[in-house]
């Protein structure tokens, strides 16, 4: 490639070096430059020729970098995008985009005064199972979807002494894994009428919430998201009744388990899913099940469309209005959790977003 855009991050916990550094280094065009750590060691003997910083504000001040990905934790994400964006750097930031919508919308004005891309990584829109399911709603072949029920169960029993788990802004498995699910059902159905949220805290000394069930309604469809802590035998990751067929799909997309095993893209087996889902129809009186194989999954993919995008040659792949949405749902379940009620979902939540409706009605 004539250009090669060069990528900061900051940070090298886990998220970085399972997630970023090895997606960024997969994507030609990308070269991982420059981490900020505060142990340098463990950066060197992964990427010894990265450079090493020793703040934020030094990563943000290299002249050389054209992006900047921030994976720290969630309070964080809104200072450093801020001032990222303020040292002239394209930002990338992880999943939950901010801790409120104010502050989404804020970062999205930020980016748009200083004519930088702003991108959230919302990596599950590539997920092999999700994909799929695109696919066959694309196609039309479920018809009309009256219930979708999206899960991520885990069996982690003990509580650990980590930000994510302590009662603190952004922590809980709402904002964990509440950002997935609901980008993934606002990806196909757009923005609900109303969100109902139930949150609680299910472990042996839990200090934020390890369970969610949230209740999206479009119209008479009703969109389930759900994700607990102490599931030793998951459910399905998807369950979709619609008025032509049903489509399960055990198992999560393997992508993740490939990247902490030390696998890295290209490779051919990549993203390829042993666990392909069942598309169930009725009719003339007899049940018929047949395998749906699953589309591979591409979490490269969203850093090649970045490049694009960096280059003025594509769209941005997960642009901050895309992810306002995600916020203000976030935020508006905490309200419906602690008012114990269904609360309406007005424009003033969600905007900006062009809702992508079609698959309920």
Not at 201 to 213: H, V
Not at 225 to 253: I, N, Q
Not at 317 to 331: D, N, R, S, Y
């Amino acid at each position: 490639m004539a250009k090669v855009l060069k990528v900061g991050v900051v940070g090298y916990g886990s998220v970085t070096r399972i997630f970023h550094a090895p997606l960024i280094s997969a994507v030609p065009g990308l070269e991982l430059a420059a981490i900020y750590t505060s142990d340098p060691s463990k950066v060197a003997a992964d990427w010894p020729e990265v450079a090493i910083l020793d703040s934020p504000e030094a990563l943000f001040a290299r002249p050389d970098l054209d992006l900047v990905v921030i994976p720290t934790p969630n309070a964080t994400h809104y200072p450093l995008a801020r001032k990222a964006l303020a040292a002239g750097k394209h930002v990338v930031v992880d999943k939950p985009f901010t801790l409120t919508v104010a502050e989404a919308r804020s970062l999205d004005r930020c980016a748009q005064e200083a004519g930088k891309v702003l991108s959230v990584f919302q990596n599950r829109r590539w997920d092999a199972d999700f994909m799929t399911l695109r696919s066959l709603l694309d196609s039309g072949r479920l018809g009309r979807v009256m219930e979708f029920e999206s899960r991520f169960d885990r069996h982690a029993p003990v509580v650990r002494d980590r930000w994510r788990e302590r009662d603190e802004p952004g922590s809980g498995l709402w904002f964990d894994l509440g950002p997935h699910l609901l980008d993934q059902a606002l990806q196909l159905f757009g923005v609900p009428e109303a969100i109902s949220l139930d949150l609680a805290r299910q472990r042996p000394g839990a200090l934020t919430d390890d369970y969610f069930q949230a209740r999206l309604q479009y119209g008479q469809t009703r969109v389930i998201l759900h994700a607990s802590c102490l599931a030793p035998s998951p459910g399905p990751r998807f369950t979709v009744h619609g008025s032509e067929a049903t489509f399960v799909k055990y198992g999560l997309d393997g992508q993740e388990g490939q990247l902490k095993a030390g696998q890295r893209p290209p490779r051919p087996d990549w993203g390829l899913d042993p666990s392909p889902g069942s598309l169930s129809t009725f009719k003339d009186g007899a049940l018929s099940t047949r395998v749906v194989p699953s589309l591979p999954g591409d979490y490269p993919a969203y850093y090649a469309a970045l490049r694009e995008a960096l280059l003025g040659q594509g769209p941005n792949p997960v642009p901050a209005a895309e992810a306002i949405p995600t916020m203000g749902l976030l935020e508006l379940g905490l309200r419906s959790a602690a008012e114990g009620r269904t609360l309406t979902v007005s424009a003033a939540d969600v905007h900006p977003m062009n809702p992508r409706r079609g698959f309920h009605v």
